[in-house]
């Protein structure tokens, strides 16, 4: 005998996959992806607070317990809390600016806090070297920006992370070096490509952002007509040519959001890069917090620099959202600035600020959205929401 079919009900209806749901979106978005991250972060959180517990922090023989069961709260702790909390509304309300200043005022305000919500839960759920961009494309599309216009908005808004990136990197590294203090750290083996060191590895994979900088800039900036051309050419064969009336499209789209692009004032890209940097410098300076929750003393330049090194370094992380390598990497990367003591904790604590908000946000604000989204998809499409009643 078949068992019947449960069907999900309450704000979490739409997780349970659905018999030929054609929604991509609704695919993508499971709720069981969050557990995965949740598990190996909570996994090797575990792991290394049991590894270190007895373990000597200093010559004294005081261990990471010891430490931990004398950590007495202080005004500084308090003003460490604060001020993560403010980075991580810094980095969101600059990241919801630059869309709202991308998409040229077409999208809302509440357009973009849903879209920016789950630009990062894609993100979070998906391996840190896929990342969210291809999610973020159908996100904007499902909320009625037209899919060249959504290409053009997602590279455009990663080529000026990479952008940001590629001019912070000699900033923080030479202003690291002028106060005296070692750019990278002592950890061979942590995120080296075969036998190369991490200086090796680093300024290797910096060539590559910035040629991929400066492919996005041609692509949509520069020559938008010769990028379509070449989307219309992947797909010119075989089984493939069914996408070719699709990619035409798109590709036409792409070209009127470019030339758009091109002909954008300065203040346009002056507000786009400022949001990108503001959102970056929170993101970054949300460590420097953190520390400052457990240590009296922080080197705040050095560790900004470590982190631009170990941000890199997370990119190639297997893992959705580098959960279990952020937690293993952020005490390697800076154990030899602060000393061991405590490191175990501030990973867990710059997590829970960075990481864990963009997973449990992104679930609550998801179903409403779809249903939202939905309703809209249908009125454009021209198809009603329910089946028209019989008539007499």
Known sequence: MRMPRMKARGPLRFLPGRRGDSDPLRRFFKGWKALIPMAIGLGIAAWMFASSWNSPVDASGTTQGDLLRGFTWSGRATAGVLLAMGCVLLRDFSYIYRLRVL??????????????????????????AAGGSTVAVLI?????MPMGRSLSVVFVASMLDELFYLVAVPVALAAVVLLGGQVFPDVEGLAAWGNASIPVFFWTAYGLIAAFTTLVWWGIVRSPERAAALMVRVVDWGPARRWKPKMVRWGEELVLAGAAMRGASRGFWWKAFGATAASWTGRFLTLNAVL????????????????????LTLLFSPTPGSSGFAELALPAFLGDLTGPGFLVAVA??????T???YLVVGFLVLPGWLVRTGKTRRRRRGTPATPPPASA
Do not use: K
């Open 103 to 128: 998409s040229e005022g077409t999208m809302n305000w509440r357009q973009c806090f849903d879209g920016v919500v789950l630009w990062e839960l894609a993100s979070a759920i998906t391996p840190s």
């Open 140 to 144: 904007f599309n499902r909320q009625g």
């Open 292 to 311: 400052l929750i457990f240590f009296a003393s922080v080197p705040h330049a050095a560790v900004l620099g470590r982190q631009l090194v170990m941000w």
């Open 348 to 353: 867990v604590v710059w997590r829970l600020f």
């Open 355 to 357: 990481y864990v908000p």
